[in-house]
């Protein structure tokens, strides 16, 4: 299915008629937000799979390091919408961005 330039502005004209051109960037805005949290969360899930399991000669060699501090995650509330737990979720990021660089420092 290609989509041309007709049809790509006959797309965005209905968007701007159903949601009004006020608040079109706030959808962008929210559904960018989305898509990067979704896209980090893929990433750790493929990450996490593949450390969860060490082989035996790597089990035995390497001895196991002290688990670092854990910061209590904050849970959004229910209730909320998706872009109030995006924001949520990129200012307990900023927090923890924070605690990690002030570790750092002697």
Do not use: C, W, Y
């Amino acid at each position: 299915m290609n989509l041309g330039a007709p049809e790509i502005i006959l797309i965005l004209v209905a968007l701007v008629l159903l949601f009004g051109a006020k608040k079109l960037p706030d959808l962008a805005r929210g559904v960018g937000r989305s898509l990067r949290i979704f896209k980090a969360e893929t990433s750790k899930m493929t990450d996490d799979d593949d450390h969860d399991r060490p082989t035996v000669v790597q089990a035995q060699a390497q001895p196991q390091p002290a688990p670092p501090q854990q910061i209590p995650a904050a849970q959004p509330a229910p209730g909320l919408s998706a872009e109030e737990q995006a924001r949520q979720l990129e200012e307990q990021a900023a927090r923890l961005r924070a605690a990690a660089q002030a570790d750092k420092r002697p």
